[in-house]
């Protein structure tokens, strides 16, 4: 599963005072089986961008391949098979309880596998399954979705996404307002799921999730690509230009080595990884 | 969803846009009422009507709606003009000028010739209202409501309240769009197709629409009432305004201009006055 992106742009009301263009001529071939982490500016496309991936906007110009399904600005060009994509592109938006609407917790989570075709039986063991993956016990089965706490609802929209078991899972800030655990808790089952091999790409503001969990950043700045690399590249630069802050850890050892601890950075990964290093750096 | 946004106003500088709301929409009732005068002859009604759509396009172009969004907005009008026809059909008439006949049932021109007044009379409504809501700000226009109902408050009439639900209404006009469209798109990953599908499949797209719009919109009325509590919103407060509407001559002359066309339409409808006989003696229907 490969995502292309081809000379993409993307205008929001077009000929209208309100004309705006948040991707530009974007080209960026994203690896299969990537846990890719997309950060910028609020404004500087990224939501634009996974909408594109996922076939819910169709780019203004240019073309953005998935597998063998193609987005294109031109209708010709353009696949049919919309369901098969949703299938395998999974997108899990930002605040997802919001999309909650069915009496019972699993009637919720099977929709999205009903909708694709799925028999009602099929339907809900993936639902069953998946509730299982997020943490949520057979106890909430029969539940209704409104009656449940803020993270528990979101751990209800998310496995309505991982019940349709995608290929490419898009996370859009699925930390935002959750208390510290619930959100590590979050972060933990997306990395499980993408190391069963699901493409991951999480779209974040906040650079301590880029640093702990991606493997590839694709950084945006005013709806062009500004960068593609990874977490230690990126943050080795002057992040201020494209309004992102240092994680905390890199920020430790930059401080650390200017007051004279000789740090062997590479090996630095995580708070553990940094007392170690910091146990054995010559002074 | 671009058919929403119809009516939506659209931040251009002309003179219609800098022109007083209140101003704008006792001008606008003062044409609509041109619009609903009848005539002595089918020849008056359609030219006086063709009279009026002159007046209102140059209106129309004058505050950049344009004629492409007009019609865009129209393009449902087709069922009404069926039902219209129909119903004029089916309704007995007076006189005998037959158009043609369906078998042995006579249609006669006066159906055709009613349905199409109708017809056109609406699309001269819609029009006007388009060049109001696309070139007055949601809030002038709520203002100009309120000062339009000051008279009432003397009777106990909540004037100010009824403004203050209006203005919140036109207000959330675009945020629940917004909403509806990011539910749409949410859904629609979770494979719900809008679009497509028999109606019972529809119906059920349209509820996984709707109770989450309901959900977010009751959550977020809430907290509207909460916010307006905590910063002592008080209905029965007198308050001052931050931006003065200012009722300048050229308003006036605007209005004015817009009487004068009511007065031109009034006389030629009161006095039976038929351009074709007095001045070409035609002789028309």
Known sequence: ?283 | MNSFVMGRYVPYDSFIHRMDARAKIFSLILLMVAVFMGYSSWAMTFTMAGLAFIVILVLLMASHVGLGRLLKSLSSLWFMAIFLLVIYILVPHTSNWVAFYIGSYAIYWDSILEAAKILVRLILMIAITMVLTASTKPLDMTDAFEWFLAPLKWIGFPAHELAMILSIALRFIPTILEDVSRIMKAQASRGVDFEHGHILAKAKAMVSLIVPLFVSSFVRSEELADAMECRGYDPKAKRTKYRIEKFHIADLFETLFCAGFLALFIYVSVTNFNCYEAWWGLSVK
Do not use: W
């Open chain 1, 1 to 283: 599963m490969s995502v292309k992106f081809t000379n993409v742009s993307y205008i929001y009301n077009r000929k209208s005072p309100f004309e705006y263009a948040a991707l530009k001529d974007v080209n960026l071939d994203l690896p299969e089986g990537k846990f890719i982490a997309l950060v910028g500016r609020t404004g500087s496309g990224k939501s634009t961008l996974i909408q594109n991936i996922n076939a819910l906007i169709v780019p203004t110009e240019g073309k953005v391949e998935i597998d063998d399904f193609v987005n294109s600005s031109n209708k010709k060009e353009r696949s049919k098979d919309i369901k098969g994509l949703r299938r395998k592109v999974g997108l899990v938006f930002q605040f997802p309880e919001y999309q909650l609407f069915e009496e019972t917790v699993e009637k919720d989570v099977a929709f999205g596998c009903k909708n694709l075709g799925d028999s009602k039986e099929e339907a809900m063991k993936k639902a069953h399954d998946a509730l299982t993956k997020v943490g949520l016990d057979a106890s909430f089965y029969e539940r209704s979705p409104f009656e449940l706490s803020g993270g528990e609802k979101r751990k209800v929209a998310i496995a309505g996404i991982l019940a349709m078991s995608p290929k490419i899972l898009i996370i859009d800030e699925p930390t935002a307002g959750l208390d510290p655990v619930a959100s590590f808790e979050t972060m933990s089952l997306f990395e499980s799921i993408h190391k069963e091999g699901v493409t991951v790409i999480l779209v974040t503001h906040d650079m301590n999730l880029v640093s702990a969990y991606a493997e590839v950043v694709v950084v945006l700045d005013n709806g062009k690509i500004a960068d593609v690399t990874t977490p230690e590249k990126l943050f080795e630069e002057d992040l201020e230009k494209y309004s992102l802050e240092t994680p905390l850890l890199y920020r430790t050892v930059k401080h650390l080595r200017a007051k004279g601890l000789n740090l062997d950075e590479k090996s630095i990964k995580d708070v553990a990884t940094l007392a170690k290093a910091i146990k054995g750096a010559k002074r």
